[in-house]
């Protein structure tokens, strides 16, 4: 039995939403379920489900018994800390040990891997959300207002498609990257909506001309005409009538547009100018790569695996879409 080819897009999609949602889970050296002997149980890897940056060190102490003797314990699946440093196994190559090998500090790659599936999963959700929720307000408006409203957001529209992408991401990331928190997780959540939201101020334009082609075809048919008729304010014509119909085109480029922001969030790491560390991503494994030459090939082989298959998934969903709102086939 074959898997049709418009399912493995959102299968592979849904494998890495749980890779990234379990990743304390599958990968740590904290255990999954601990046995006190006073009859306690614990579990401090589903207590780091939450936490954006991967706790370090393999704590087995309960909040209520801190110095209660352990009697058993579960650990995960792939036993290493993604920043546990090990200078004793650095560039270690694929083996019994390390399945993945280990990178230039000796960090286990399959358990960094996977740990990675959040944060640039994360970076694809919050670069989606910013495009499309600056996208169609201003298309919207463009479309259906006309006149001076229409020439100036198209202007505006025009220039942000016309600005070299990179250029825009390397200079909101200059500017804005030093932010930091009170916490390791506040750094790495600034360090995410940075990204994150230059990669869609990048793509914002792209969202609004399809909002805006989509508004003014509708504007011209009863869509428009009869809530008008109805005595329905303009506004509420475009909100509950017009910006839903016009959806589809947006929902497609959004689609591709994540695959899109994986890959620029890849090329900003690679640049050391996207998700700083400690927070692992794949581009960072990318970028280290490149330090090393062919001769260690698994820090570019795997991590590059696991960017083609997320963009594969996002433009394979897209691509169904696509085809599904141009008819049958």
């Known amino acids: 039995m074959t898997i049709p080819t418009r399912s493995a897009g959102c299968l592979i999609l849904a494998a890495l939403g749980l890779l990234a949602l379990l990743a304390p889970c599958l990968a740590g050296d904290r255990p999954l379920l601990v046995v006190y002997a006073g009859g306690g149980i614990g579990s401090p890897a589903s207590a780091d489900l939450l936490r954006l940056v991967p706790a370090t060190g393999p704590s087995v102490a309960g909040p209520a018994q801190p110095t209660t003797a352990v009697t058993w314990t579960l650990l995960p699946p792939i036993r290493f800390d993604p920043l546990s440093v090990d200078l004793d196994a650095r560039l270690a190559p694929p083996g019994k040990d390390h399945w993945l090998g280990t990178d230039e500090l000796g960090r286990d790659l399959l358990s960094r891997l996977i740990h990675s599936a959040r944060p640039s999963l994360l970076v694809a959700l919050i670069a989606t959300f910013v495009s499309v929720g600056l ?18 957001l198209s202007r505006l529209i025009e220039a942000s498609l016309s600005f070299p992408s990179l250029i825009l991401l390397l200079t909101v990331a200059a500017i804005t990257l030093r932010a930091t928190g009170p916490s390791r997780d506040a750094e790495a959540l600034a360090s995410l909506a940075v990204v994150g939201g230059a990669i869609g101020l990048a793509r914002w334009g792209v969202i609004a001309r399809y909002m805006r082609a989509e508004v003014m075809r509708l504007t011209r048919s009863d869509l428009a005409a009869a809530p008008l008729a109805c005595g329905a304010s303009p506004a509420r014509v475009l909100a509950l009538h017009l910006v839903p119909a016009g959806l589809a085109p947006v929902i497609v480029s ?45 820090l570019l082989v795997f991590p590059g695996m696991m960017v083609a298959l997320a963009v594969g998934s996002f433009n394979s969903i897209g691509e169904r879409l696509r085809r599904r709102g141009s008819g049958p086939g």
């Open 135 to 152: 996208g169609i307000p201003a298309g919207a408006a463009a479309g259906y207002r006309g006149g001076g409203v229409d020439l100036a």
């Open 254 to 298: 959004a689609a591709f547009g994540a695959g899109t922001a994986i890959v620029a969030e890849a090329s900003l790491s690679f640049l050391g100018m996207g998700v700083q560390p400690p927070f692992p991503t794949w581009g960072q494994t990318m970028a280290s790569a490149s330090l090393h030459g062919a001769r260690y090939w698994w």
